[in-house]
Each structure stands twice: as C-alpha cells, then as structure tokens.
C-alpha cells in the first residue's frame, strides 16, 4: 500500500532531508522550491521585508515501509533543526493514477 509524506523544511536543511531520503533509497519525489506560510513554531516565511524567507518542500508517495522509516529519520533530525523549521505530514494515498 502507497503512502505520501509531504515535507517542509528551511532550505539550509535540505541536504538533511535528501540524506534521509537516501538513506531509505527514496529516488522519486515532487520538490517544492518555494513555499510560503506561517507555522506554529517559528516566524513566518512569506518572503516580504517584514517576513522574509521562504521554505521549500517534497511530496514523496511511495510504498508504507519506505514512508514509515523516513519518518522515524525525519523525526530524528527534527530534534537537531527546531529553530530551522522541519515538518511532516503523512497523507493516506486512496489512488495513484
């Protein structure tokens, strides 16, 4: 069964990200170069002069094995990047066309 993770992440951080992918052999992806919000646990990243700054994301479907050992490394290097900004949602995929 395929799952989706959609990750968001500070762009200093994402050879992290891209090392856990790696790591748990995930080669097919959708990056998301600019992203712009406001989390709950740091400033907003709307790439304005009072905001500045913008995030960057992967969107990864892949089977629910590969999905749940990325998480485990994602959550781990999130202890490590609290400031920076490093979010996973995990998404049930119903279908894939």
């Known amino acids: 069964m395929k799952k989706g993770i959609f990750i968001i992440f500070a762009p200093a951080i994402e050879c992290e990200v891209l090392g856990a992918m790696d790591k748990n052999e995930i080669k097919q ?20 002069q009072v905001w500045p700054g913008s995030n960057m994301g992967m969107l990864i479907v892949e089977e ?9 490394d994602i959550a781990l290097r999130k202890k490590d990047y609290l400031e920076d ?9 119903e279908e894939v066309i």
Do not use: N, Q, R
């Open 29 to 48: 992806y959708t990056k998301l170069p600019y992203l712009h919000g406001v989390g709950g646990h740091s400033e907003p990243h709307l790439d304005t």
């Open 64 to 72: 629910e094995a590969k999905i749940k050992e990325l998480i485990k």
């Open 85 to 93: 900004g490093l979010k996973a949602f995990i998404l049930p995929m």
